[in-house]
C-alpha cells in the first residue's frame, strides 16, 4: 500500500471540555478557523483546531489543553473497502516512538503528531514507502 500525505503548515491544539459544556463556550474556539474536528462522548467534548492556543489561555479548570501538534492528511478520498490504512500508519509511527492524535472523516484520516516529531514522522512514512508532501516543512 502505497499512500500520499500532506503535511499541513499550520499549528494544531487538541481540546478536552466537559461534556456537559454548552456550544457557546466552545463555538468560539473553533469560529473562523479552517480546519476543526468537533466528537462528543458521554466522558468528554474533544475539539482538534488548526490554530496555536495556549495552555494559559484555557476556559475553565476542565478545559485541557495540548498545544503544538502538526497534521497528516491522507489524501483521499479513501474507499471503505481500504483495509489497514491507520494500521499501517499508525504502525509504523509505534515502532519509532511517535505519538499520534487520528481524526477520521467519511472520505479520509488525518494524523497529528507533536511539531518535534513531524520531520521524524515525515522520514518514517517514507521510509514505509509512502509520499510525503514536504511544500510545507
Given at each position: ?76 478520498p479513501l474507499d471503505f473497502s481500504m483495509v489497514g490504512v491507520l494500521a499501517n500508519l499508525s504502525g509504523a509511527l509505534a515502532q ?42
Amino acid at each position: 500500500m502505497q499512500l500520499i500525505l500532506h503535511l499541513d503548515s499550520a499549528p494544531y491544539t487538541i481540546h478536552r471540555l466537559a461534556p456537559s459544556t454548552p456550544a457557546s463556550v466552545y463555538l468560539p474556539l473553533i469560529d473562523g478557523q479552517a480546519w476543526y474536528s468537533v466528537t462528543k462522548t458521554d466522558e468528554e467534548l474533544s475539539l482538534v483546531v488548526s490554530h496555536n492556543y495556549k495552555e494559559e489561555d484555557a476556559l475553565n479548570a476542565d478545559h485541557k489543553v495540548s498545544p503544538g501538534w502538526r497534521c497528516f492528511k491522507v489524501a483521499g478520498p479513501l474507499d471503505f473497502s481500504m483495509v489497514g490504512v491507520l494500521a499501517n500508519l499508525s504502525g509504523a509511527l509505534a515502532q519509532n516512538a511517535i505519538s499520534l492524535f487520528v481524526v477520521s472523516t467519511y472520505d479520509t484520516d488525518y494524523i497529528l503528531v507533536k511539531d518535534d516529531m513531524a520531520l521524524k514522522a515525515k522520514k518514517v512514512f517514507e521510509d514505509a514507502g509512502h509520499q510525503v508532501d514536504s511544500k510545507s516543512l
